[in-house]
């Protein structure tokens, strides 16, 4: 079966349209419609995120199930370096650029399943609902929780870790990018500089249920960029999206008491690249008649 097919496949399986595929690629739909149109597969360089999107392995999208069983059989001869160097320098300049591509989207595999490792590691993040049916994204670790400041610059080094990855809003279906300008943003901006206590330990341990405040995030509002800096990263203007997380408190023994309730705003800029990015998250506030017990 072809790769294509393959996709087509799986986006019935799941019932996925190709609009949300293209929103959750970055894929433009045209593009998809092509590879059915025109029986063509997609370009390499795309297949990761086509993987991610449809929640399958590499493995699963360009091997048919004898390949795969082939693969398995013969690990224990590739692995001899000697053996595969051999091979390397026998073969034809096209199996060389196919065993290139491959290794390549190895390591690219390897990278992502690393990147995975750790966040699962660092993040004790749930969802739930409150009486009402609303969405609340419980952090139930704090991760950043010196007495007295919190350091901004460990909060940047951990945002880095999500760069490159995108989520989409449950509600409206926006993808909602991570890119390389949030952790200055979230972690200096004029916003961050001028909150303080509660606030800004709230804000530091937003940034590790950052994936689900965008998934659960609900009305959207739009402005226009006035602002010269952002004429090129926000040129298509800016977005809000409300959402709100619990974080615990603890006693003086340490023991869990209850979860405070917090409604944050998510600033998103609309780039001309036609993406929309996470800038921020701001107007971090406590629900004073909200709190979840144990």
């Given amino acids: 079966m072809n790769i294509y097919e393959k996709i087509f496949d799986r986006l019935a399986e799941l019932h996925m349209s190709q609009i949300e595929l293209s929103r959750r690629t970055g894929i433009a739909t045209s593009t998809i419609s092509d590879w059915r149109k025109k029986k063509i597969n997609p370009q390499a360089d795309k297949l990761v995120a086509i993987c991610k999107a449809l929640d399958m392995s590499l493995v699963d999208l360009l091997c048919d199930e004898d390949e795969e069983e082939e693969k398995v059989v013969q690990t224990d001869y590739m692995l001899d370096e000697r053996h595969i160097v051999e091979v390397f320098r026998m073969s034809d300049d096209e199996t060389r650029r196919r065993l290139l591509r491959y290794f390549e989207l190895v390591g690219i595999c390897n990278q992502i399943n690393d990147n995975n490792a750790v966040k699962k ?170 709190s979840l017990g144990k």
């Fill in 121 to 290: 590691n660092n993040r004790n993040v749930s969802v739930i609902q409150d009486i009402d049916g609303n969405n609340i994204v419980v952090i139930n670790d704090i991760i950043f929780k010196r007495k007295r400041s919190v350091n901004w610059k460990d909060v940047r080094e951990y945002l880095k870790e999500y760069i490159g990855e995108f989520y989409t809003i449950v509600a409206t279906g926006d993808a909602i990018y991570i890119g390389s300008d949030l952790p200055k943003e979230y972690s200096g901006s004029k916003y961050t500089n001028s909150i303080k206590g509660m606030n800004a330990k709230a804000k530091a341990n937003a940034a590790t249920g950052i994936p689900e405040l965008i998934e659960i995030a609900v009305g959207k509002h739009f402005r226009n960029n006035e602002e010269d800096k952002h004429k090129r990263d926000a040129k298509n203007g800016w977005y809000r999206y409300d959402s709100r997380f619990a974080l615990p408190v603890y006693g003086d023994k340490g023991e869990l008491e209850r979860y405070n309730i917090f409604h944050a705003s998510l600033l998103v800029r609309h780039s001309n690249d036609g993406k929309m990015y996470l800038y921020d998250i701001i107007d971090i506030k406590k629900e004073t008649s909200n």
